[in-house]
């Protein structure tokens, strides 16, 4: 199951409802955290995602995003962290990260690793699925981060192996689940598309982090289980969004339609329109056909696979 956790969603001043940019997502165990505004660390305590991430990708270098660094490891050293952290973030973004790992003189107990990294690569390459950045608009340098699973294998007809090929139970089913061939004692030699399916999609979760509409997060974001968007302002508000580099929530939900987003999750919520949040979730829902909605601070999200019946 993926868990994706709502810790900040305000704009760049954060309200007493929401607080500044933190995302937290949990792939089968895995844990990662998406940009650190400040009080990060509380929120996490405050809605139980638990301090297990190991990685922090950093989307860009404002304030709002990355001011929950220096308390975020100053706490993780008091509770006696030794697991290894890494923190990506944008092209010339390594200096001023350190910095802030290191901010009031302080040097962590634990191996903390800072990396850049350009739109287009892949920052995390794990067995089963990867991490990768694409080109952001905004008013510094900036990368949004998409988590993108493998293809998982086809269904295995465990009946017509069975039943219908006279396969024995056994090693066998293991092979040609596989992708290998099998030969039965009867001589027979039975390939594996005979009794499995068609390889099933994984998951795509895709955070933008702040950023104008750009057609890279379509390309990131083509046939996501979820987008998450920035939506700062109001359409009658679209002049101020364009000097500001961010976007309107109709703005969002047209990049997710033209994504074919199954859902879309709109933050960065301006503190202009502070207890008006449900106005851009309507604006949004009248360009989008898929599922929207703009999350409060601590609402979670589970992602399951395209296929499972949940």
């Not at 937290?24 to 301090?51: A, H, I, K, P, V």
């Not at 697991?83 to 802030?100: C, F, M, N």
């Not at 039943?163 to 290998?180: S, V």
């Not at 998450?228 to 009658?236: G, I, K, Q, R, W």
């Amino acid at each position: 199951m993926i868990r994706v956790t709502f810790l900040g969603t305000s704009g760049a001043v954060p309200t007493v409802e929401r607080a500044p940019s933190a995302l937290y997502l949990n792939r089968e165990g895995d844990e990662f955290l998406f940009d650190c505004g400040e009080g990060t660390q509380r929120q996490m305590m405050r809605f139980g995602t638990g301090f297990g991430f190991s990685h922090l990708f950093v989307t860009h270098l404002h304030g709002d995003h990355v001011l929950g660094i220096p308390g975020l490891i100053q706490s993780l050293d008091f509770n006696d962290r030794d697991a290894p952290l890494a923190i990506h973030g944008p092209p010339g973004s390594k200096r001023h990260l350190t910095e802030l790992v290191h901010a009031a003189g302080h040097d962590p107990t634990f191996p903390v690793t800072v990396r850049e990294a350009r739109p287009g690569s892949v920052v995390l390459d794990c067995e089963e699925y990867e991490i990768r950045t694409f080109e952001t608009e905004h008013r510094t340098s900036s990368v949004g981060y998409a988590l993108v699973e493998d293809d998982r294998k086809g269904r295995f007809d465990r009946e017509k192996a069975e039943e219908e090929l006279g396969i024995p139970p056994g090693p066998a089913y293991g092979r040609l689940h596989e992708g290998q061939a099998v030969e039965l004692d009867d001589g027979r030699v039975i390939e594996p598309e005979r009794v499995v399916g068609q390889p099933r999609p994984g998951r795509r979760v895709v955070y933008t982090g702040d950023t104008r509409p750009v057609d890279a997060t379509v390309e990131a974001a083509e046939d996501a289980d979820l987008l998450v968007h920035d939506a700062t302002f109001l359409d009658e508000d679209g002049g101020r969004a364009r000097e500001t580099a961010h976007s309107t929530a109709v703005e969002a939900a047209q990049i997710a339609g033209r994504a074919g987003a199954k859902r879309l999750a709109l933050t960065h919520l301006s503190s202009r329109y502070a207890g008006r949040a449900r106005r851009l979730e309507r604006e949004a829902a009248g360009a989008f056909d898929g599922e929207v909605w703009y999350p409060d601070d601590g609402d979670e999200i589970r992602v399951p696979f395209p296929d499972s019946e949940e």
